[in-house]
């Protein structure tokens, strides 16, 4: 009786979980941590660039060369980077989970210990944790898995991952930096495509500013003005430098 009645609290408690309580977390941060390196800076260097060689005098055929090259040398070296941080990481995690392998097979009664400790952080008693302990010291996978991720904080990496990094850095990077070359693509003289490529580039940065705060929790508003800025900031530099080197 006893154990029929707990099979349907068990029962109720999933129904309840299903019909009533929906989660919202948002789940693709790495991805969009990828898309905001790539079009931020995207958006950035070429922009400063351009601003840079039409401060110089340069013509817009020149700008959208040099950009054009810029953007591809840009994508291809973010991308390299993103798949190198990505790759790291995972030989990261290879490493440490080699080493809890070998930690939970030459000192169980220490690793066991560790357990007892991580919980207790929690609050939980130890005639509460005791039984938990003893029952991961049965499921080795299962006691791996809980110490990479509760003591050395560690999830296993997608082993995809660093590919799709790469390709979605550099492809944000291509996406961000072709922006501030388009009014040269249009416009043959230099100084007049600037002024294009400033007001179309800012609306960009704002928009991407915004985008980026509404998916990272922050306050859309402030991150579409700081992202405008520095980029403003950024090709205001590179134009006052080429203008006193190249007046």
Same mark, same amino acid.
């Given at each position: 009786?006893?154990?029929?009645?707990?099979?349907?609290?068990?029962?109720?408690?999933?129904?309840?979980?299903?019909?009533?309580?929906?989660?919202?977390?948002?789940?693709?941060?790495?991805?969009?941590?990828?898309?905001?390196?790539?079009?931020?800076? %995207? #958006?950035?260097? +070429?922009?400063?660039?351009? !601003?840079?060689? /039409?401060?110089?005098?340069?013509?817009? =055929?020149?700008? $959208?060369?040099?950009?054009?090259?810029?953007?591809?040398?840009?994508?291809?070296?973010?991308?390299?980077?993103?798949?190198?941080?990505?790759?790291?990481?995972?030989?990261?995690?290879?490493?440490?989970?080699?080493?809890?392998?070998?930690?939970?097979?030459?000192?169980?009664?220490?690793?066991?210990?560790?357990?007892?400790?991580?919980?207790?952080?929690?609050?939980?008693?130890?005639?509460?944790?005791?039984?938990?302990?003893?029952?991961?010291?049965?499921?080795?996978?299962?006691?791996?898995?809980?110490?990479?991720?509760?003591?050395? %904080? #560690?999830?296993? +990496?997608?082993?995809?991952? !660093?590919?799709? /990094?790469?390709?979605?850095?550099?492809? =944000?990077?291509? $996406?961000?930096?072709?922006?501030?070359?388009?009014?040269?693509?249009?416009?043959?003289?230099?100084?007049?495509?600037?002024?294009?490529?400033?007001?179309?580039?800012?609306?960009?940065?704002?928009?991407?500013?915004?985008?980026?705060?509404?998916?990272?929790?922050?306050?859309?508003?402030?991150?579409?003005?700081?992202?405008?800025?520095?980029?403003?900031?950024?090709?205001?530099?590179?134009?006052?430098?080429?203008?006193?080197?190249?007046?």
């Amino acid at each position: 009786m006893a154990n029929e009645e707990a099979r349907n609290s068990d029962s109720e408690k999933q129904r309840l979980l299903i019909s009533q309580h929906k989660e919202k977390h948002f789940t693709a941060g790495e991805i969009v941590r990828d898309i905001i390196i790539g079009v931020s800076d %995207g #958006l950035t260097v +070429p922009f400063a660039l351009a !601003a840079g060689l /039409s401060g110089a005098n340069a013509t817009s =055929s020149i700008v $959208l060369t040099a950009g054009v090259a810029e953007v591809a040398a840009g994508a291809i070296s973010m991308g390299l980077g993103g798949y190198l941080a990505a790759k790291s990481e995972a030989d990261h995690y290879v490493r440490e989970l080699r080493r809890e392998q070998e930690e939970i097979v030459n000192v169980p009664d220490t690793e066991a210990a560790e357990v007892a400790e991580i919980l207790a952080e929690y609050g939980i008693e130890h005639h509460e944790y005791t039984p938990v302990v003893n029952a991961l010291r049965k499921n080795p996978q299962a006691w791996l898995d809980f110490m990479m991720k509760f003591e050395l %904080g #560690l999830e296993k +990496p997608d082993p995809r991952r !660093a590919l799709h /990094s790469a390709l979605t850095i550099a492809i =944000s990077y291509i $996406l961000g930096g072709v922006v501030p070359l388009i009014p040269y693509m249009f416009i043959p003289k230099a100084r007049e495509a600037l002024a294009g490529s400033v007001v179309l580039t800012l609306a960009a940065l704002l928009i991407f500013g915004f985008a980026k705060g509404y998916f990272t929790g922050s306050k859309p508003f402030k991150s579409a003005f700081q992202t405008a800025l520095i980029g403003a900031i950024a090709s205001a530099a590179a134009f006052g430098m080429a203008k006193a080197i190249h007046p």
